[in-house]
RNA sequence: GGUCUCGUGGCCGAGGGGCUAGGCAGAGGUCUGCAAAACCUCCUACAGCGGUUCGAAUCCGCUCGAGACCUCCA
């Protein structure tokens, strides 16, 4: 395949040709939820984002390590804040461990992903299952002269840093700016300079998550989980590292610096970071409140949503939007990107029955390439998906006879649709159907066919009264006739 | 306050100096026992004001508006 990716790299503001350190096999690091509650929305939009990344670079022939972490340490301070009272005087077996905490949102987050057709990444490491490395990159960066000790916490020293690098080079910031708007924080006494952050925290006594380490117990500071494993699992320099924009200052900003304060060199050589998903304008976000989250919508249980929508419609009105431009959530909108999801895949159904043509009227052999420069073009999902809408007016078409398609466009054409919309956009088939939704259905077609022969019955039809019930014994349904009206049941034996 | 992004038709969204995506909704038509679907046609927009240019939605400036980050956040 002769390709070439363009991919924005936040750091340069530019499109930039992506090419690995060392091809045929790339790294790709995302950071991945804290898990302390049910997904929403926005956490969609990175996990599907990324999902289009992991599976676009294994299509063009990369060998991705793709690593995605959990971040099951720290965050949680603030709920164990809350509760201190509380839990206090629970006994310890009473109380919620951390961990369990973690187990539960881990298991549906992971449920979640699954119900979007979110591919797996093929590491997912825990940040309290690192401990180790977070302390011996703290211990680097402190043997670097960057780092410095107070009452038991370790902090970064942004300005000292900064003087031999660029502290705010991925988000545009000169560090004489970022005064202003600082404000008294937790630990903001111990720190030199309002920009520093934490490399390790130590445990105040009620603090339940701590490690012991070299300066006391203690737990790993915010940003360095991400430095640690993305450097164990894909190397001191790697491709490319994602995440949302809200990430960009500090979390990877900090990153960069600890990096280089620890290797001496940038980790990351591409960063890519996807916008929020709005409502009513607004990020939707944690701490706005003005969340739905995944479950939500899957059930349509949120006084915002006028009803239920399937996984596949969040999916498709994700990747019909770039990447880099915030989203507008709304009703119609994903009544839209429903319907047009539904339009496509039907098209696809099409195309598996349609029988060849003679003869072609047009020509659509180049609808593969339309689709790969779009996606080339720094994953342009919604361009491509575009292409895939001019295609669908050709198979309908050809569906009423109104166009022709010989067999190799044919052929063609279910290959290009597969390859895009089952492989690399992840739109799964056939639209999920819920067992309890097919079983709904079923009672609902049970209901009219016994109510067609409850008609024959009346009219002395029998022939048709007998047709139904025979017919309904050979795919194991017994109808059983009552005073009360026919009934039915399941049978084992046809 | 500092840094930055964005303002596209009823809605969602691409694009990004001349060739003016796509989806949804709406109108008309074809088809059809009815309905649905499908197909065809229509609705052709780029916040405002200036400037650069032969030509700007696209570049520059200003104004207005929205948002993000600066604090946990995808």
Same mark, same amino acid.
């Given at each position: 395949m002769s390709?070439s990716l ?8 530019k499109k930039?040709?992506?090419e690995?350190l &060392?091809?045929?096999?790339t790294?790709?690091y ?14 969609a939009r990175p996990a599907v ?5 992991y ?7 990369y @060998? ?7 971040t ?5 301070e603030?709920?164990a804040d809350?509760?201190?009272d509380?839990?206090?005087k629970?006994a310890?077996?009473?109380q ?5 905490v973690?187990?539960y949102?881990s ?8 119900k979007l057709?979110v591919?797996?990444?093929?590491i997912e490491?825990?940040?309290?299952g690192?401990?180790i ?5 703290a211990r680097a960066i ?24 660029h502290y705010g080079?991925l988000s545009?910031r000169?560090i004489?700016d970022?005064?202003?708007g600082?404000r008294?924080?937790?630990?903001q ?7 520093d ?5 130590k445990a105040s006594?009620?603090?339940?998550m701590?490690w012991p380490?070299?300066w006391?117990e203690g737990f790993?500071g915010?940003h360095?989980?991400?430095s640690a494993m993305?450097? @164990?699992y894909?190397?001191?320099r790697?491709d490319?590292h994602?995440?949302g924009?809200d990430? =960009?200052f500090?979390h ?5 610096a600890? &990096?280089n ?9 591409y960063?890519m970071?996807n916008?929020m ?8 976000g944690?701490?706005?409140?003005n969340?739905i989250t995944l479950?939500?919508f899957?059930s349509?249980?949120h006084?915002a949503l006028?009803?239920a ?5 969040i ?6 939007a770039?990447?880099r431009s915030t =989203? ?8 839209a990107?429903? @319907?047009?999801l539904k ?7 099409t ?8 003869s072609?009227?047009?020509d ?7 689709c790969?420069t779009a =996606?080339l073009?720094?994953f342009n &999902?919604?361009?491509?998906i575009a292409h895939?809408f001019?295609?669908?007016?050709v198979?309908n078409?050809?569906?009423d006879?109104?166009t022709k398609?010989?067999?190799e466009?044919?052929h063609?054409l279910?290959?290009v649709f597969?390859t895009?919309l089952?492989?690399?956009f992840?739109?799964s088939?056939?639209f999920?159907t819920?067992?309890?939704?097919a079983q ?5 077609l049970?209901d009219l066919?016994l ?5 024959a019955?009346r ?7 007998d047709?139904l019930r025979?017919?309904?014994r ?5 109808v ?6 026919a009934?039915?049941e399941y049978?084992?034996d046809a």
């Open positions: 390709q363009y991919i924005y790299n936040t750091l340069s503001r930039e040709l992506f690995p &060392s091809p045929p096999f790294g790709l995302v950071c991945g939820p804290t898990v302390y509650g049910d997904a929403h929305l926005g956490h984002t990324f999902d289009l990344v599976r676009y670079l294994k299509h063009l022939g @060998k991705v390590r793709y690593v995605r972490n959990i099951d340490v720290g965050h949680l603030s709920d809350e509760g201190e509380k839990i206090a629970k310890r077996i009473e919620l461990e951390p961990m369990e973690v187990q949102y298991d549906r987050y992971h449920e979640d992903m699954d057709n591919l797996k990444p093929s490491p825990r940040a309290s690192h401990i490395e977070q302390i011996e990159m402190f043997d670097a002269g960057l780092a410095y000790e107070v009452n038991g916490s370790v902090y970064f020293d942004v300005k000292k840093y900064n003087e031999s690098h080079k545009g000169a004489e970022m005064q202003a600082s008294e924080l937790d630990g006494g111990e720190k030199r300079h309002p920009a952050f934490a490399l390790w925290k006594p009620q603090h339940i701590r380490s070299p006391g790993p915010w360095l989980e991400c993305s450097a @164990k894909l190397g001191e790697f490319i994602g995440g924009m990430l =960009l500090p990877h900003e900090c990153e960069i600890q &990096s304060a620890a290797y001496g060199q940038d980790a990351v050589r960063w970071h916008n998903i709005t409502i009513n304008g607004q990020k939707m944690k701490s706005l409140g969340f479950r939500e899957f349509g249980s006084t006028d009803r929508y399937d996984p596949m419609t999916r498709f009105f994700i990747l019909q770039h990447y =989203l507008d959530f709304s009703n119609e909108a994903l009544d990107a429903e @319907k047009g339009r496509l895949l039907q098209a696809y159904e195309l598996k029955h349609l029988s060849p043509a003679g072609s009227d047009t659509h052999s180049d609808l593969a390439g339309k790969h =996606l073009d720094d &999902s919604p361009v491509a895939l001019d295609a669908v007016r198979i078409a050809a569906k006879g109104k398609l010989n067999k466009d044919l063609n279910q290959q597969h895009f089952v492989d690399i992840g739109l088939d056939t999920a819920q067992e309890d939704q709904q259905i079923i009672e609902g049970m066919i109510d067609l022969r409850e008609q019955r009219n002395k039809d029998w022939e048709t009264s047709k025979d017919r309904l050979q795919v194991n349904i017994q059983k006739d009552g005073k009360e009206g009934s039915w049978t084992s």
